[in-house]
């Protein structure tokens, strides 16, 4: 029969959830599996007690756990009569749990599992199976939520595998869920209880093996008195059983009110069905990076995050070609940042989304480049996030480095640069940061600065009038640099020069911002200058030509 039902050629293991609190656990062994053994009997609640000799090498956690007194160690080798020494004296001292982390030793692992046995001990024997009266679970926790995987000692790597896909599945706070509607479950029951419907005590879990009853969606009538003594608890199970998780997640307090108002007012088909009239809608916010400038740059969790916003707060600098992509239906905001205003326009930037987020939208904040680097990312994020708002961070290709490589910059290179240095060229309230040292094997990305070129290579190339110590190395004006405009756009321009001929060549040339500048020795292992004080280059196809190229193949393999 056990074969039948296995479908393996075997018995399928009991799977139960043990109760371990106050319990003795037995550990043989101080290695690192001894040491999760009692990490895992401490997190149940158990104690857990080492035996080994005085001479044993004990692992480093484990030896903490000792000296702080949560693990007791009996320093000797494992006699018989520990099995009926060492444990509560409510049970006659017989331990409760034995675990034999003695890798390789199965002589020893043979008579003590031999010994449990008799004795109805549960006992494992590490990398022996057959040894084994239990096994431990891999196992996810989310609060009251415990999974249990097992693959019957045929691949312990695999079952941890399968307990990482298993929680990646599952929404986040699915644990605070359980809680809620178990709370939610007993008060249904208390006031049943109270008011005489209810006479037998709140059930436990169901069997996953028994599954429901057939009579689970059987209409209760108003002759049905028994039915009815349950009705509420039966529809409470039926909200658990269809609504999707991600509902059941989202799930607040006066969401339950609401629906329990909605129960007595006889709505309670419409919230079994979905829920839908009845969840408060909690806004959702996204802080994305939207790139360096070309749409096919975008991530496509950011590409997803513009199609499904209510309202875009985008900064004044993204791409009309990523604008371009959002729906017509969808709220767009641009930041209404200029000199002298930055600090408003912010301001009214995040009480516009708090605005929206409080009306229940999905809000997408759309900043250039990646969020967190010089675009005041964090910031933005503890300000949500201190309104119970915490913001969902995408990355977005930064500028910093992709700039240089529209620009064939490699920003390190063999034997020429092994190190980069990302600075701002704009500091707080538009002070002048501190400019770096040169280091010859480094190449320097500056964002933000060409507004304010011409101090920018002033302070890298000669000592500030307050500058009191002259440690810091110039930086030579013969030193290779790019300014790289509208990197990745059709109209991208590079101008590459050096350190002192970058101001004048960009005067001559006029702004297109965005800009940044490049500075170092591999400004130039692709392009080398030769004789020129400086050198244009205008525009940018290359990934509009992939796109054709793609489309060329696109067709010629459905004419085949």
Not at 116 to 125: H, Q, T, Y
Not at 365 to 372: H, I, N
Not at 478 to 498: F, G, K, L, N, Y
Request: charged letters at 25%; proline letters at 5%; glycine letters at 8%.
């Amino acid at each position: 029969m056990n074969n039948a039902l296995n479908g393996s050629g075997g018995p399928v293991p009991l799977m139960t959830a043990l109760n371990t609190e106050s319990q003795i656990h037995l550990i043989i062994g101080t290695n690192s599996l001894a040491a999760s053994r009692c990490a895992k009997s401490l997190q149940t609640g158990a104690k857990p007690v080492i035996i080994a000799p005085e001479t044993a090498d004990v692992h480093f956690t484990l030896a903490e756990q000792i000296a702080n007194g949560y693990v007791q160690w009996t320093r000797r080798e494992f006699q018989e009569d520990d099995l009926t020494s060492l444990g509560r004296e409510e049970i006659d001292r017989v331990v409760d749990m034995v675990f034999v982390t003695l890798s390789g030793n199965h002589t020893q692992g043979v008579e003590i599992s031999r010994l449990c046995r008799r004795l109805r001990i549960p006992v494992n024997v590490s990398d022996a199976p057959e040894l084994c009266s239990f096994t431990l679970l891999s196992t996810y926790s989310d609060g009251p939520l415990h999974v249990g995987i097992t693959t019957s000692g045929r691949g312990c790597k695999l079952a941890s595998r399968l307990r990482r896909e298993i929680g990646a599945f599952l929404p986040v706070n699915l644990g605070s869920a359980i809680d809620r509607l178990g709370a939610v479950r007993r008060r249904l029951w208390e006031e049943d209880k109270a008011a005489g419907l209810c006479d037998l005590a709140i059930e436990g879990d169901d069997d996953d093996i028994t599954g429901q009853r057939h009579t689970f969606n059987n209409l209760v009538t108003e002759g049905d008195s028994e039915a009815a003594k349950t009705r509420r608890m039966r529809w409470l199970s039926q909200i658990c059983e269809y609504w999707p998780l991600r509902k059941l997640v989202s799930i607040t307090d006066e969401d339950i009110d609401t629906i329990l108002k909605a129960y007595s007012s006889g709505k309670s088909d419409t919230v079994v069905a979905s829920g839908d009239d009845i969840i408060s809608k909690k806004g959702k916010i996204v802080l994305a990076g939207s790139g360096p400038g070309h749409p096919d740059l975008l991530t496509r969790a950011t590409f997803n995050a513009i199609q499904s916003a209510d309202i875009i707060l985008a900064d004044k600098l993204v791409p009309a070609g990523v604008l371009d992509l959002i729906p017509r239906r969808t709220e767009v905001r641009i930041a209404r940042k200029f000199p002298g205003n930055a600090d408003q326009a912010q301001e009214e930037f995040l009480q516009m989304g708090l605005a929206a987020l409080q009306k229940g939208k999905q809000v997408l904040r759309l900043k250039q480049g990646d969020p967190y680097l010089y675009g005041r990312g964090a910031e933005e994020f503890e300000f949500f996030r201190n309104y119970g708002y915490a913001p969902v961070v995408l990355p977005g290709i930064t500028s910093a480095m992709s700039a240089a490589l529209f620009a064939d910059i490699p920003a390190t290179h063999r034997g020429v640069s092994d190190q980069v240095l990302i600075c701002t060229g704009t500091g707080r309230k538009g002070a002048a940061p501190n400019p770096p040292a040169y280091v010859s094997t480094q190449t320097v990305v500056f964002l933000m600065a060409l507004h304010r070129l011409s101090a920018l290579i002033e302070s890298l190339t000669t000592y500030h009038v307050d500058e009191q110590s002259r440690s810091r190395q110039l930086w030579p004006k013969e030193t290779p640099c790019a300014i790289v405009e509208r990197a990745s756009c059709p109209d991208q321009r590079v101008i590459r020069t050096t350190l002192e001929n970058v101001c004048i060549a960009f005067e001559e040339t006029g702004s297109r911002p965005p800009g940044l500048l490049v500075v170092g020795a591999s400004c130039h292992v692709l392009h080398n200058a030769d004789d020129q004080k400086w050198a244009i280059e205008e525009g940018f196809h290359g990934l509009d030509e992939l796109h054709n190229e793609l489309d060329t193949v696109k067709v010629i393999g459905e004419e085949n």
